[in-house]
């Protein structure tokens, strides 16, 4: 069987992370989430054949062989997981919630256009920021 391999440069980052990022930055297509199984699918960095379960959380963990010789003991993060973090926080951002986004957009143009006090116009203020944080 002749497989392929993504061979990398002599200039190309080291550290786990900046792999991870590489990795995400050049086949972010090829990440699934599955959310039934609550698992994230990611291409290997080294051949164009083999995807690995990933999950995050409080213990994140993946099937590779980096995380299981150094993973759970070490409290260790492989390219793997680094890459499914940074899709993880794209998939956050696709998917804003619109009725926050609606009510912020509405407390925004209250904000700007109704007269009130100093008062009210303080707590609609506290309420615009708590909404963007939630964004």
């Not at 290997?44 to 062989?65: N, Q």
């Not at 299981?68 to 499914?84: E, P, Q, R, V, W």
């Not at 609609?124 to 920021?129: A, W």
Request: aromatic fraction near 8%; hydrophobic fraction near 35%.
């Amino acid at each position: 069987m002749i497989g392929k391999s993504l061979a990398r440069s002599a200039r190309e980052s080291t550290t786990r992370t900046e792999r991870g990022q590489q990795l995400y930055a050049e086949r972010a297509e090829e990440f699934r989430f599955e959310a039934k199984l609550g698992v994230w699918l990611v291409p290997s960095g080294s051949d164009l054949t083999s995807v690995y379960e990933v999950t995050l959380g409080l213990h994140p963990s993946c099937e590779c062989k980096d995380f299981d010789y150094n993973g759970d003991l070490h409290h260790f993060c492989c390219k793997h997981i680094y890459a499914t973090a940074a899709a993880d926080a794209d998939l956050a951002e696709e998917q804003e919630d619109p009725l926050r986004l609606a009510i912020l957009r509405e407390a925004e143009n209250r904000y700007r256009n109704e007269l009130m006090g100093d008062e009210e116009r303080m707590i609609l203020q506290d309420r615009i920021e708590r909404l963007r944080r939630a964004l």
